[in-house]
């Protein structure tokens, strides 16, 4: 049987991330395409491929594409014969990526869920508002789409699953912690998109506890965790994708998403919010140009790709899962150490990337095989976890858990 052909879209830290692995991985594809708006950026990551020695001979061919037309999408998946689409552009490209695949029968594969430039904080849950909706064209089609496949959402997503499949009977809380103990020497620069960074933060804190939507400020809710590797961090609850998805299919439990802050970061982003400058509203300066605030913010910011040859230090981030087992009450911690230094060696880019940018390749070698190609819409946490995060470990993003018997690989 012929092996798929990939068309990556985005040309980003994570796109770069999950191109080096697709090249790595490339005996289970057939042909290798890159597109982007600026198909230049595109062909720099071909060429940081090259460098690297990964590509194993085979030709990676780049385009550019307008990711905000779903016609343009869906012609250039004809064009390419693309029959696996992962998508690690902007997170307001999501629905046309996705319709593209609807109208070609593409396997689809995103990171984050959609945003709307024009909207922050939408009600929850979010899903609801886009991708779910298109449920149905899917499964009509025979469409496999899997949503925020990165690492969160996505791999803690399958850390849920685990714990459901594995360890308990009855899940009563599901606590996902996001640290990042690395140095990347800035003054103050954000991991990924600062767009997408600072929209994360400026909205209502959603959250699901006691069987309904619970609502903080940011910053308003934080506790020290003790975790493997980075010690003692604190985390304050936020807002997050996997927190939607995750509270459909376990109603009865609380899910809380928890990410780790500096104080310097918390000072920096409270005076921009109160400058109004992380605003998505267009204003007009005193010289007649209309501006959006934020993405002026994000033009003067660091590229986050920039941070990656300075950048030292660890990650941590996991599950805290509780439950029952045979009437007894229990608890796992699942979770996965990455190091920065560690990815800008392999594929030229940061920890954060290399998280993200991982476990969207794999779901599509799992899709190949046909493990996971469902031919529908689906969240991870509604897929098999093992061959995931089995897979994941041999890809560079191992798993450990912390249970009853001690700190163990999975």
Known sequence: MAKPNVLIIGAGGVAQVAAHKVAQWADEFGDIHIANRTQSRAD??????????????????????????????????????????????????NMTVLQGCIDTGAAYIDTAIHEDPAKICETPPWYGNYEWQRREACAAAGVTAILGAGFDPGVVNAYARLAEDEYFDTIESIDIVDINAGNHGRWFAT????????????????????GEWRENEM???????????????TAYLSGHDEVHSLSARYKDADVRFWMGFGAHYINVFTVL????????????????????????????LPDPSSLAPDYTGKTCIGDLVKGTRDGQPGEVFIYNVADHKDAFEEVGSQGISYTAGVPPVAAAIL????????????????????????????????????????????
Request: proline fraction near 5%; avoid cysteine.
């Open 273 to 300: 919010k109160n400058l109004g400058l992380l605003s998505e509203q267009p204003v007009t300066t005193a010289e007649g140009q209309t501006v959006v605030p934020l993405k002026v913010v994000k033009a003067v």
């Open 191 to 210: 991991n990924f998109d600062p767009e997408i960074n600072f929209r994360e933060f400026t909205g209502t804190v959603y959250s699901w506890q006691g």
């Open 44 to 93: 720099a990551i071909v060429g940081t491929i090259r460098d690297k020695g990964t590509a194993h001979g085979r030709t990676i061919t780049t385009h550019p594409l307008d990711a905000m037309d779903a016609d343009a999408v869906a012609a250039l998946i004809r064009r390419t014969d693309a029959r696996i689409v992962i998508n690690v552009g902007s997170a307001f490209i």
């Open 219 to 233: 910053f308003e809710v934080g506790r020290e965790w003790d975790l493997p590797v980075v010690g003692r961090q």
């Open 367 to 410: 899709i190949a095989r046909g493990d996971w190609d469902v031919k529908r819409m689906v969240n991870v946490e509604d897929l098999p976890a093992r061959p995931f995060l089995d897979l994941l470990g041999r890809m560079g993003l191992p798993t450990r858990v912390i249970d009853a018997t001690g700190d163990h690989a999975i």
